[in-house]
């Protein structure tokens, strides 16, 4: 806010190449990010792969897709809430609850259909979502504070619905766990589910009226509300997404890791939100596209498998994905200020 | 000066003196006490409640400059990141021979350099939010300190050393004396120096500072810095306190900090609160834990309680009040 002065000032000292508008700048810039990111990934495989040659075998790549397909449902959720100026800390936590109780539950009903299970979690993400929306639409707290809260909540009910005792692998019927490894058309159920969200978001974000709405009120939330749009209840539904798609991914996850424990998943809210910011979803909020998403997904999936096939220890990973979150972030700043600066010099003509 | 109130400093009255949240905050410790005492024997007594407050101050350090970091409107996620960071540093360090003296130095400096950084990168990129700046920092700073130390201990710190976090002068213990110092320290910056003023300026209105000549880049530096110098010195309590250092030390430092600020009535839409209600606050979670955990209260049923006092305290005035004020949207 208070640099608009100097942008404004650089505007006007303007070069002399102002006057050849440009509508499809900002659009340009958005597309190289995307095929940056792309060329970057390709790079980063193809160097890894020359180091250590088992990178690129079948086996390694589904492995690696089946790993980032639960880290991108949860982008996916996390790209609304980001849209929408907030942020979710509490997802670890959520992931963690929703996982525990429902394989407490497979353990207790062995006979259970996995989909119930997959329900039962989606269900205890849901409230989980559904309070936080309550605490940020309703009553109004920051978004950093409220999930910073819950996070802890949801934490400390993990551990106390496990009794502090992990549920292991055979604990759980053959038929839950399966769910992780078994296949429906060739590909794996993970990666399968995967696809299934990214396409159900991509069509809600982009052609549904809440789908624009959530967009609209990220981009400016007191136009949002004075043009009718109920911004209350956009955010409340933009956790509660969050929240059921945590609760999908906990599932997800006890099945993958045939594990529940109290402190699964602690921290990967950090890895999530590094998938969003490298996949160009900004920070202030009403940008943010589904590929944008799976890019950064990927290309985190792509490091955190590589790194130690190329024997970085696993000591330098946070720092390195610390690094990238920061440079993805200044790189959408500059690229951000350089888009406006163009329109600025745009609009003098 | 005149003309620019910032706090509310209206006429005084007896009724609007006792409606404050920081009596409250008095009534609420007071509760927490009777129920402590009624729930364990053994807590009203001098020497366990001495050394209660031992174990707990050692974070208290950074809620003090985190009250200007609330009151500016920030966050700062990343302290507790930077305690390890400087822990660790300042234990490799020792460990490879540099004096201990000049260890505690550079773990200070350690601190003070991760939070100018934040300062930096907050001020310089303005269209990112603390939230992201700090967490990215968070990430990196821990991710050093684990680089550094990979997941060894370090330690067999000189003896001189232990007396940080245990040792007393007479019968108050050391932590406590040096705490009372800074607090009214940071006290008298807050509410009795221009600066103080500034930064409940830039809280309420960061543009409105900026045109009234307000240096807001400058003075939001010097805060974050602060921040992690004080950082700096809950490391040095920290381990003194454990005797080692590991690069996890201090983990969810940052929720118990945020957590004992915005209970003490800093606001986090800005602008509002005072050092006293904070401080208040760090006794307050400081007692009631102590107090439950002599009841055998599990870790992570306090974890549970501090999660919900934090939103407790944050959504009670929102209620209250709520409806007499515009919504703020952002």
Redesign the interface.
Known sequence: MDDKGSTMAAALAGEPHANTPKPSFSASIAKFRELGLLVFIILLSVGVQLRNPSFLTWENINDMATNTAILSILAVGMMFVIITRGIDLSIGATLALSGMIAALTVGEFPGMNPILAILLGMGVGLVCGIVLGFLVAKIGILPIIATLGMMNVFRGLTYVAGGGKWVSAHQMPASFKDMATGSILGINNLIFIALIIYVIAYYFANHTRTGRQIYAVGSNPESAKISGINTDKILWLVYAIMGGLSGLAGVLWVAKFASAQGDTASGYELSVIAACVLGGVSIAGGSGKISGIILGSVLLGIMNNALPLINVSPFWQNGIQGAIILIAVLVNAIVKRGVDRNNLMRRKI | MDTRIITNKRDFSLKGFFLQWEWMLVLIFIGVNIMNMSLSEYYWDYNNLRDATMNFLDKAFIVLPMVFIIILGD?D?SVASTVALSSVVMADLYNMGVPMPLAVVICLAVGTVCGFINGL?VVK?????A???T??????????A??LL??QASGSFPDWFSFLGWGYVGSIPFILIVFAVFAILFAFLLHKTVFGRRVYAMGNN??AS?FSGIQ?GKVKIIVFTLTGLMAGVTALFLTSRMGSTRPNVAT?YE?DV??MV?LGGIS??GGKGRMIGAILAVFLIGFLRYGLGLVNV?A?????I???L??FA??VP??KW?KNKP????
Do not use: C, P
Request: proline residues 0%; hydrophobic residues 60%.
């Open positions: 966050i996620i990168l990129y303005k269209e990112l939010s939230v992201i700046v967490l990215a920092t968070m990430i990196i700073y821990r991710g050093i684990y680089i990979e997941d960061s543009t900026f807001v969810g929720l945020i957590a915005v986090t839409a599990q992570q049923v306090l974890l549970i501090i999660g919900l934090l939103i944050v959504a929102k209620l709520g919504r703020k949207l952002t």
